[in-house]
């Protein structure tokens, strides 16, 4: 009779906190004051891997006061609150109460953030981010007004994206499996990744949070995404397959139309039928120039009578000084006009010059060049 009561009461104990957990709320909750934002919305974003959402908005009152609530999700999912076209990152790994502090003007970067570890290293993430978007965009001012060379532009621009790059390795490889790991990865400027998962080193980057994600998050979106990518990167700079950009629809190129020296737009599409193309992006009025088209002009020769091309594109911002430069090379050349702001280079996240790339004659991607010491090496194998 004794060892019966003591087992009823186990179970009762057990049903208690069985109903206890299934009542047990999963939310999470966002909520604090902005200052100075009388009659203002906020709004309160979902940031998925492909789109932003809106989840829900408030106008503000006199003191400024906010609360969202959200369901949890099961894997961890990245938010945003949206003031005036400022942004404040936050990023949700559990069920919690995160509670922020901002003032309007400056809401994207005056603000302090409880309750969340991760938010914090988000925040000084997204500064970083910012920092280094201020000072591209200076260095581009600079550049059209002809201040600095191409050479020092590209030297500056590598110095701003390793300011960042030192910032996010520490939070990416101190816990590659943590959200600031993969917000690191994923900031951009200008709409170009900074991390480049086809750039060798970069890679080892993006391979060690996809790996970590694979492993502790195995059925999250964000996790296939990642992983999807850092597969196919690997691919590109092993050589085996085509560059992809999106992984929800594989493609073979980036269709460019762009002027030659005579004002007549030529279709990138048209020139690499059935042959093998170097897609080069460069800039004349850098001071190594001329030896990188000599480079150029070696493979060239070699090669153009088993059906090579060059489509080399110049960024330059001196239109009739590309023209000059141009006029005797034997090889199809273009410029944008778009020079730095160049949406083509955005499309193929070319962050420096010269870059290149090698379709096949299938027209597909299945190289980016980061050595031109190892351009013949490169090109050789799709002649075979």
């Not at 929800?248 to 005579?262: G, K, Y």
Request: charged share 25%; with cysteine; net charge neutral.
């Amino acid at each position: 009779m004794k060892k019966q009561s003591i087992l009823s009461i186990i179970a009762v104990f057990i049903l208690a906190i069985f109903v206890s957990s299934c009542g047990k709320e999963t939310k999470f909750t966002i909520e604090g004051n902005v200052s100075g934002a009388k009659d203002k919305t906020i709004y309160f974003e979902h940031v998925g891997v492909s789109k932003v959402s809106i989840l829900d908005s408030v106008k503000l009152t006199d003191n400024g006061k906010f609360k969202f609530k959200q369901e949890s999700s099961k894997e961890p999912d990245f938010y945003r609150l949206r003031l005036n076209g400022q942004l404040i990152n936050i990023a949700i790994d559990s069920t919690e109460t995160i509670k922020i502090q901002a003032d309007a003007p400056r809401f994207a970067q005056n603000y302090t953030i409880e309750g969340s570890a991760e938010c914090t290293k988000i925040k000084e993430l997204t500064l970083a981010q910012l920092k280094a978007s201020i000072a591209f965009n200076e260095l581009q001012k600079s550049y059209e007004k002809k201040e600095i060379s191409p050479d020092q532009y590209t030297e500056q621009i590598n110095a701003i994206i390793n300011e960042y790059k030192d910032v996010a390795k520490k939070y990416i490889f101190e816990n590659p499996k943590s959200t600031s790991a993969y917000f690191a990865l994923f900031q951009q400027i200008n709409n170009l990744l900074i991390f480049d998962p086809y750039n060798k080193e970069d890679y080892k980057v993006f391979g060690a949070v996809a790996t970590s994600w694979t492993q502790f998050y195995p059925e999250a979106i964000r996790s296939k995404h990642i992983y999807s990518l850092a597969i196919q990167a690997l691919k590109v700079i092993r050589g085996e397959r085509p560059m992809e950009y999106n992984v929800t629809q594989e493609i073979d190129h980036f269709e460019i139309s762009l002027p030659d020296i005579h004002a007549k737009n030529i279709s990138l599409n048209d020139i690499c039928k059935n042959k093998v193309t170097l897609i080069d992006f460069t800039a004349y009025q850098m001071e190594d120039s001329p030896q990188h088209n000599s480079r150029l002009n070696i493979v060239y020769e070699k090669y153009k009578s088993q059906g090579f091309e060059i489509y080399q594109i110049s960024l330059d911002s001196d239109q009739h000084f590309w023209k000059n430069a141009a006029s005797n090379l034997p090889w199809i050349c273009v410029r944008d006009p778009q020079t730095i702001y160049s949406k083509v280079a955005s499309s193929y996240n070319v962050k420096n010059i010269p870059t290149a790339f090698i379709l096949n004659r299938a027209g597909e991607i299945v190289k980016r060049i980061e050595s031109y010491d190892d351009l013949d090496k490169s090109i050789a194998p799709y002649f075979k």
